[in-house]
């Protein structure tokens, strides 16, 4: 069977699309988004859950990468840093700004390979590796500078022994810097993307794999498998955007045939979550004895969040998990701050992600570069652009910049639009965030604080639409426990493609973190049976 009639008002053939995508993690549905937001016919391909690769897994940061600057990734940096204030904008409800205490000990050492501590070790053999005071201060001026800040305040330097933050740290902090950076909800990033895209036009299969693809000099043939059904289909398209994250080089190599020798480098790193550690709401930049950094941060109003560690992961096949030793090495680097060692009996969850980073020979898996590259192949038939890297804060640069490469393919592309425009319910102002719970407060007396502001960090404007007419609790129908009723179960399945009770308590929300197991088996079968009365009704 041939996928038809998607037409665009770009000058689309009939029965062909303008760009498959494959993959939808943060960079094919920013691009998907970008794409379709230009007139152009766009398919989106997911083999498993949107954001069920890396996109989920990271630290959760718009960030500048202060720790890149000793890279001298000056590119990444600026773009990223300029970045952070126009997404923050565009998505105040799943975004938000957070303050960075970075306690200072001339104990800490630099990564050993670093341009930075490469040129230390000659003009100053003496600090043996050490990060001076004075260096951090440089870096920070940069950050503050580099990137146009309007928002966001700027950094300084005070006194952790008579402030709140140096209340959960050993003694032996008496100086911390702080500087400001974002927390983005990452896998509602990627669903609010996809759905955008869809909304402009886009057409979004998920829980379907790019199994084989077939090359002319026009053309892509490309067959789809539906992972659940195992039925197959071919769809044809100009072009292919191949945004497989970590499987980009097996896509590139294997599924496209494609003869380069560019490849991807598998970092993997992982996070645990802890009891909520402290009661502040700033988060902690913690440097290590071995030159490397991991961070502390509030998580979920009841928890705290700790990494990132960074271990090369040979296969995209092995699901990444963070490792006893993973654990011990986060516990051991945290526990050197805080004043109550950090323990296992602390842990209630932990994840891991695998960083598909661009091959740039690095020695260490710390030191490859986090920078992006786009490549586009054209010159044995239809083309096909590649994404290797790319951090969740670039996501909406890079995809400007992959359709800035494609637009040679499409004579008469539009330009860039997506800085400004707001993802699905970010329509509110940026400091507007407590205005909206009240709001909604008012307009739905029955809800709780809780979920008050739960909704409104998950769908900002949308929360209206979400809940309805709704009068009082009962109206939002069945409760599966922590605030989740059926009335947003059946919002995040038919506006954001959930499908799997899974979907919704580790990539819409993080309501795992609350639900017991038999609470999320019980919402699992529930979608289930709706699914299938829904798909018999419609055999019918
Ligand atoms: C531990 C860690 C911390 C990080 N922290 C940050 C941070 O704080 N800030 C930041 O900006 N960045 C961070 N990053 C980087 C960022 O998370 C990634 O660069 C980004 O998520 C990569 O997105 P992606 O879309 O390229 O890949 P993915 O999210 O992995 O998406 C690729 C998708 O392609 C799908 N796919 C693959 N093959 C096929 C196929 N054949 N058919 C159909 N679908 C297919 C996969 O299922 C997957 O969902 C972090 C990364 C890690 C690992």
Redesign the pocket.
Known sequence: MTWEGHVASHETQPGVCDLFV???????SGIARDAAGRGLSVVV????DL?????S???????GGLRYLEYFEFRLVREALIERETLLRAMPHISWPMRFVLPYSKDMRFEGQTPTSKLLNVVMPWMRGRRPAWLIRLGLFLYDNLGGRKILAGTRRFDLRNSPEGVPLKDAFSTAFEYSDCWIE?SRLVVLNARDAVERGATLLVR???AATVRTDDYWDVTVQDTQSGETRVIRAKMIIN?????VGD?LHG?ARINSSESVRLV????IVTRKLYDHDKCYFFQGTDGRIIFAIPYETDFTLI??TDVDHKDPTVPPECTPEEQAYLLDFASQYFEKPVTHDDIVWAYS????LYDDGASSATAATRDYTLKVDSDGGAPILT?F??????YRRLAENALDKIAPFFPGLSGAWTAGVALPGGDFAVDGFDDLVAKLSADFPFLSDFQARRLVRAYGTDAWPCLGDAKSIDDLGRDFGASLTEREVVWLIEKEFAQTAEDVVWRRSKLGLRLSAGEIEILNTWMETRRAGILASAAE
């Open positions: 494959v993959g939808g993690g943060i960079n094919g391909a997911e083999m498993n954001a069920s690769g890396t996109s897994a990271s630290t959760k940061l718009f960030h990452d379907t794999k790019v945004a497989g994250g970590p499987w896509i599924t993997r790193g992982s996070h990494g990132t992600g695998v960083r598909p994404v890297g790319g951090k969740i804060t670039t």
